[in-house]
């Protein structure tokens, strides 16, 4: 009953917290939804406002164009034509501010096509309203200056007639002073001839006050009317830029609240950091792609075909010995490891091993730790991991059985060097070594640096063990021993030795494409020597993969050792 509630409550359990996670999925997608929809239709309205103001601006240039060239061929016509174009410039301005619309960029539009016809349109009635003003304002200004020139010149003329109505005037006083004082009595006696002339003369005089009075009245009339309407010509017509650029406020205005909002968009925020630097990005992802297949290129092509055709390396050579050769199992039968191992212990001898390898041992045997494979070489012991190894000697011959305890796809081999014999071995192959007792262990390093061989492998250090020792080696799947010949090629990741009368080099793999795929080494080991042997595990698990590495620190950690020849 308690099993099947556990069970219950898991199951509730486990499908409530997917419920909640498929509810936290749909709110963050609904959320990331809407946030790229406002973005997109604001910087789509921005860019139809951008548009739209550019092409105003286009047209309003082409409007104010076309109204100078059209005003100030007006500036020397007749009145009529000025009121004639006025009276059009009034209608077309009636018309246009009938089409106004309101709330035409505060208002949200349905779409985007929609929005940039809407801001075209508004902008150009705009440009064209403010143009049509200006174009107005002026020929108000020109037809109120022309008609102050009518003005002046009617006032003028009136003036001119009201000068010759006095002069006039005066002539018939001076006419009638002179007949009085020619005719004194007689001007003022009646039926006299100069008392008719004076008679005449003061009815003339009575018609010319009238005349010269009115001719007075009309002249002050106009001047009154003159001062009044007193104006100059306009200069030549042209556009006020500012003024017409201020007709697109409200197109300015929406476009800077657009990018007000888009600014407060935090996918616009981002937008231009990551625009910034994603060319960046993209070289050095393009570079991460593109090197290394130059480099390993450059290496397969190159470096590769030159190191094949150096000289090999002979360790015996540079060591001036004659190596003997080492015993090969029986034709046919190149495998020498099993799962267990048995040796025997003589007296005299000394017997380094992990202690996880050590299976069995007669109680009578002599067992202590030795820190360190050999003093001489702490380095390559730590580094092999031949470290606090169990050290067993015996008064009497005894059986000794390993095996490897710690994984079951390791197996053991036992390699036996005879006295003059010498092998080059990479000691993370090593678990173990019987040696005599009462001499030192013969163990000698020799660096390679002059050698493209050891360059291009990598491995510029080669450890070389002496017998008479007896090797106890580890493989994956099997340890394998065989005769060099006339040249064998193995995966480097696979060798663990050479006797040093092999003749060592590299060979090049067969093909480009698994090299460049990491599939495969850039070189393989290739073994020479009609007496030489060489060693090697089955199913390497160091280098399986060629190229790649679990890690980058653990891939440079195998580079290291390699180059330690460990």
């Known amino acids: 009953m308690r099993q099947l509630l556990t069970a219950i409550l898991r199951f509730l359990l486990r499908h409530a917290l997917q419920f909640a996670l498929f509810i936290a999925i749909l709110l963050a997608g609904r959320l990331l939804l809407a946030e790229w929809r406002a973005y997109s239709a604001g910087s789509e309205a921005v860019t139809a406002l951008r548009l739209a103001a550019g092409g105003a601006d286009h047209h309003g240039a082409g409007l104010a164009a076309a109204a100078t060239d059209r005003i100030n061929a007006l500036r020397q016509a007749p009145q009529a034509s000025i009121a004639a174009r006025l009276a059009q410039v009034k209608a077309q301005l009636a018309a246009l501010r009938a089409r106004q619309q309101p709330?035409?960029?505060?208002?949200?539009?349905?779409?985007?096509?929609?929005?940039?016809?809407?801001?075209?349109?508004?902008?150009?009635?705009?440009?064209?309203?403010?143009?049509?003003?200006?174009?107005?304002?002026?020929?108000?200004?020109?037809?109120?200056?022309?008609?102050?020139?009518?003005?002046?010149?009617?006032?003028?003329?009136?003036?001119?007639?009201?000068?010759?109505?006095?002069?006039?005037?005066?002539?018939?006083?001076?006419?009638?002073?002179?007949?009085?004082?020619?005719?004194?009595?007689?001007?003022?006696?009646?039926?006299?001839?100069?008392?008719?002339?004076?008679?005449?003369?003061?009815?003339?005089?009575?018609?010319?006050?009238?005349?010269?009075?009115?001719?007075?009245?009309?002249?002050a009339t106009q001047r009154t009317r003159t001062s009044a309407t007193h104006s100059a010509r306009p200069a030549p017509f042209a556009i006020d830029e500012q003024t017409l650029s201020g007709a697109l406020a409200p197109v300015q205005a929406a476009i800077t609240a657009g990018e007000g909002q888009l600014a407060r968009n935090w996918i616009a925020r981002w937008r231009a950091p990551v625009m910034d630097v994603a060319p960046t990005a993209a070289l050095l992802m393009l570079s991460a792609m593109l090197l290394p297949a130059a480099i390993k290129a450059f290496f397969y092509f190159v470096l590769a075909p030159v190191a094949s055709r150096l000289p090999p390396l002979s360790i015996a050579r540079t060591l001036q010995l004659n190596a003997a050769s080492l015993p090969l199992p029986s034709q046919g039968e190149s495998r020498i490891s099993a799962v267990s191992q048995g040796l025997l212990l003589q007296p005299g001898q000394r017997m380094l091993i992990h202690p996880e390898y050590l299976q069995s041992s007669p109680v009578s045997t002599h067992k202590r730790t030795q820190w360190?494979?050999?003093?001489?070489?702490?380095?390559?012991?730590?580094?092999?991991?031949?470290?606090?190894?169990?050290?067993?000697?015996?008064?009497?011959?005894?059986?000794?059985?390993?095996?490897?305890?710690?994984?079951?796809?390791?197996?053991?081999?036992?390699?036996?060097?005879?006295?003059?014999?010498?092998?080059?071995?990479?000691?993370?192959?090593?678990?173990?070594?019987?040696?005599?007792?009462?001499?030192?262990?013969?163990?000698?390093?020799?660096?390679?640096?002059?050698?493209?061989?050891?360059?291009?492998?990598?491995?510029?250090?080669?450890?070389?063990?002496?017998?008479?020792?007896?090797?106890?080696?580890?493989?994956?799947?099997?340890?394998?021993?065989?005769?060099?010949?006339?040249?064998?090629?193995?995966?480097?990741?696979?060798?663990?030795?050479?006797?040093?009368?092999?003749?060592?080099?590299?060979?090049?793999?067969?093909?480009?494409?698994?090299?460049?795929?990491?599939?495969?080494?850039?070189?393989?080991?290739?073994?020479?020597?009609?007496?030489?042997?060489?060693?090697?595990?089955?199913?390497?698990?160091?280098?399986?993969?060629?190229?790649?590495?679990?890690?980058?620190?653990?891939?440079?950690?195998?580079?290291?050792?390699?180059?330690f020849g460990i």
């Open 372 to 563: 360190l494979l050999d003093w001489r070489f702490p380095f390559t012991s730590l580094a092999a991991g031949m470290v606090a190894l169990t050290r067993l000697e015996s008064e009497t011959t005894a059986s000794v059985t390993i095996s490897a305890s710690d994984d079951p796809l390791l197996e053991v081999a036992i390699v036996q060097l005879p006295a003059g014999s010498a092998l080059v071995f990479q000691p993370r192959g090593l678990v173990g070594l019987v040696c005599d007792a009462n001499q030192p262990l013969a163990i000698s390093s020799h660096w390679r640096l002059g050698s493209l061989h050891a360059w291009l492998t990598l491995q510029l250090r080669f450890i070389v063990f002496r017998g008479p020792v007896t090797l106890i080696v580890r493989g994956c799947r099997g340890v394998r021993l065989e005769r060099a010949g006339q040249g064998r090629s193995i995966s480097q990741s696979a060798t663990l030795g050479f006797t040093t009368d092999v003749l060592y080099s590299t060979l090049r793999s067969e093909t480009f494409i698994p090299y460049l795929r990491g599939q495969q080494a850039l070189l393989n080991d290739r073994f020479d020597g009609d007496n030489g042997v060489y060693l090697y595990e089955e199913t390497p698990r160091h280098g399986k993969q060629p190229g790649k590495v679990g890690s980058w620190f653990e891939g440079f950690t195998d580079a290291i050792l390699k180059v």
């Open 103 to 219: 709330s035409l960029f505060s208002l949200p539009l349905p779409d985007t096509n929609t929005l940039a016809l809407h801001a075209q349109d508004e902008a150009a009635r705009r440009v064209e309203i403010e143009v049509l003003v200006q174009e107005a304002r002026y020929l108000t200004a020109l037809q109120a200056a022309i008609s102050g020139e009518d003005a002046r010149q009617t006032l003028a003329r009136l003036h001119a007639d009201h000068v010759r109505a006095y002069a006039v005037l005066q002539n018939n006083l001076r006419q009638r002073r002179e007949l009085e004082a020619q005719h004194p009595l007689a001007a003022r006696l009646p039926g006299s001839d100069a008392y008719a002339q004076l008679s005449q003369l003061e009815a003339q005089d009575q018609r010319l006050r009238e005349i010269n009075l009115q001719a007075y009245q009309a002249w």
